[in-house]
């Protein structure tokens, strides 16, 4: 579904992403590892459109998708959770999982019941303003608000930075869930490597721009992947 091929980018004259290819597959977990710095945000945002890449090119469902706008984009089903959450303080929850309705068309603008399902404390806080949450509150909203665009590719920005273990849980649940469903391909940046060795099916570890180690599930040896983000 998602297919990035040899993709450069710049901020300017310091080059953040060198040749860097990956995909990812409906019903898999892609996890892209490293310490911070080393490009994996970068990687997601030339994804979403929010920086243009300089060479290579990024398809989804088969068509070349690097020249299109951040909303066009999310139009065509990829959600974005921004590391941070980026949710809006002043806004309730409520109005916080709507400004999901945006790529929408009007008969599809509706919070789907797997919001509240997966987690439940929004449906307890609707009417509370996103600023009063928690951290990890504020993280299951931004994950719902992504899920209300009803997405067939969701990247997700270290979601479990800064997040106390048993919210940790819960997302990791909410993440096999949605994998499980089949029709959705995940995209996972993590730090936490104990998470994405759950998690996972593809691996990629980047270094200075670039993926510098990859393997699969049935290959995966966590050692040599912790080996790797030492580097």
């Known amino acids: 579904m998602l297919d990035v091929k040899d993709i450069t980018l710049y901020y300017g004259a310091a080059q953040a992403l060198r040749g860097v290819s990956i995909k990812a ?4 977990v892609t996890c892209v590892l490293g310490r911070n710095g080393v490009g994996k945000t970068s990687l997601l945002r030339a994804m979403v459109g929010q920086y243009p890449i300089a060479s290579g090119s990024i398809e989804f469902d088969g068509a070349d998708i690097s020249g299109l706008r951040p909303y066009e984009r999310a139009r065509k089903g990829i959600a974005f959770v921004p590391q941070g959450r980026e949710i809006f303080p002043l806004l309730t929850v409520e109005e916080n999982l709507k400004t999901g309705y945006a790529p929408l068309p009007r008969d599809q603008r509706n919070i789907p019941d797997d919001v509240f399902s997966l987690f439940p404390v929004l449906n307890s806080m609707l009417g509370r303003r996103g600023g009063d949450l928690s951290g990890g509150q504020q993280q299951q909203l931004a994950i719902g608000r992504a899920l209300v665009m009803r997405p067939k590719l969701l990247l997700l920005d ?30 996972l940046v993590e730090q936490y490597l104990d998470f994405a060795c759950e998690l996972g099916d593809h691996f990629a570890v980047m270094d200075r721009g670039a993926v510098k180690f990859s393997c699969d599930r049935s290959t995966l040896d966590p050692a040599e992947i912790s080996r790797a983000m030492a580097l």
């Open 158 to 187: 270290e979601p479990t930075e800064g997040i106390q273990p048993s919210i940790i849980k819960d997302i990791g649940r909410a993440i096999s869930y949605l994998r499980n469903l089949g029709n959705i391909a995940i995209v």
């Open 25 to 28: 597959e409906p019903g898999k």
